[in-house]
């Protein structure tokens, strides 16, 4: 059975600094996604990760992964308020249904 | 275009009440599933659909039904309401079955609380 952990699950950090988010997962797959939901709300894609060694930004964010690790990361930069919401990364394992196995969440809270 | 619609966004049900959560895309995504989020445990996948007239049962699938006669909806049917399902529940969809390089579309969300 896939499982996927994120760590930490509650995250609050000042604005200005820097951190890692980190996401592994315990059967091989080579698709990773990151998601964000504000409270509330529907999850937003962030991040398509599809193969060993992918980098992808966008602004503040940057997202990795590491398919031998079976790790990935999503890491900030120089946190700002409107970056305070919940993070999932979901594992896609296609021989169960293309089912998404979701992490349990990062609550980010970026304090001013 | 839309996306992915769901209806309705808030409801109150009764134990052992029925009730269909609706579910419709416009992109015309083959692959099109429902979640269930309850707090700390993510999301559970409950039933999915790789096309019209083909579902299948996901990671949490009793208590629900669904059907797939067209490829733009989706709905997620309660048989008989228990405080358990309450939750708030999310339907998903996706442009290419098998591949998924693009990731999956969220609705907005329903949220049900069963008393």
């Known amino acids: 059975e896939l499982k996927v952990e994120q760590n930490p699950l509650f995250l609050s950090m000042q604005e200005g600094k820097n951190y890692t988010i980190y996401c592994n997962y315990s059967?091989?797959?080579?698709?990773l996604y990151w998601y964000r939901q504000d409270p509330g709300k529907s999850l937003e894609s962030l991040f398509v990760?599809?193969?060993?060694?992918a980098v992808k930004q966008e602004g503040r964010l940057m997202a990795s992964l590491d398919t031998k690790a079976r790790l990935s990361t999503l890491h900030i930069t120089a946190a700002v308020h409107d970056l305070s919401a919940t993070y999932f990364c979901?594992?896609?394992?296609?021989?169960?249904?293309?089912?998404?196995?979701f992490g349990e969440g990062t609550q980010l809270t970026v304090n001013p | 275009n839309a996306g992915v619609t769901q209806t309705p966004k808030f409801q109150v049900l009764k134990t052992g009440q029925s009730m269909t959560l609706q579910c419709a895309q416009d992109?015309?995504?083959?692959?099109m599933s429902w979640y269930r989020q309850d707090p700390g445990m993510g999301l559970r996948l409950i039933h999915y659909?790789?096309?019209?007239?083909?579902?299948d049962q996901g990671e949490v699938p009793n208590g629900y039904n669904v059907s797939r006669s067209t490829t733009e909806d989706f709905p997620l049917r309660l048989l008989s309401a228990a405080p358990s399902q309450t939750s708030v529940y999310f339907c998903?969809?996706?442009?290419?079955?098998?591949?998924?390089?693009?990731?999956?579309?969220f609705g907005s969300g329903t949220r049900l609380t069963v008393v």
């Open positions: 059967t091989t797959s080579d698709r």
């Open positions: 659909s790789v096309g019209a007239g083909i579902t």
């Open positions: 992109m015309n995504h083959e692959y």
């Open positions: 998903a969809s996706s442009r290419h079955r098998g591949s998924f390089n693009y990731g999956y579309t």
């Open positions: 979901a594992v896609l394992l296609e021989t169960s249904g293309s089912r998404l196995t």
């Open positions: 990760l599809l193969s060993n060694g």
